[in-house]
């Protein structure tokens, strides 16, 4: 079985650090996956889901990201994004009342600087949202080439 050494940290914690067999992150241009002895590269990432198996044919463990970005050398990966969290750990309650303010920031009249910042806040919401939704209180999603 070919793992790497993956680390994940985010702004709050190290989420994960450990061998993996497979990583997909949300790069800007589409989904990027991530496996031993990747080319080199730093891709950056954007707020999203983010799924990894840390050993082949193992659970899938999911998460939402925030923006960040991820550097693989030498058989290593090294993710920093500014959130991390397990889809069980976001306050849905919480993200629901950010993206209501952030509408109805986007309703007043803002400066161009505000405007940006209230679109980032609100696409924050909405990603956080989709992924607590997603996998909070659905069945056990096992890698079994049926998922995805």
Known sequence: MAVFRLKIISSQRVFY???CHCLIIPALDGE???MAHH???IVAIQAG???LQAEENGDWQYAVVGQGF???AHNRATLLADEVERPEEVDANRERE???NAREQMRQKQSAREYHMTQAAMARALVRLKGAE???GAPDRRSNGHDR
């Open 39 to 41: 080319d080199e590269m």
């Open 32 to 34: 990027q996956a991530i």
């Open 134 to 136: 997603r996998f909070v």
């Open 17 to 19: 650090e450990g061998p």
């Open 49 to 51: 889901e983010m799924r």
């Open 70 to 72: 991820c550097q693989v």
């Open 98 to 100: 950010a993206l209501e």
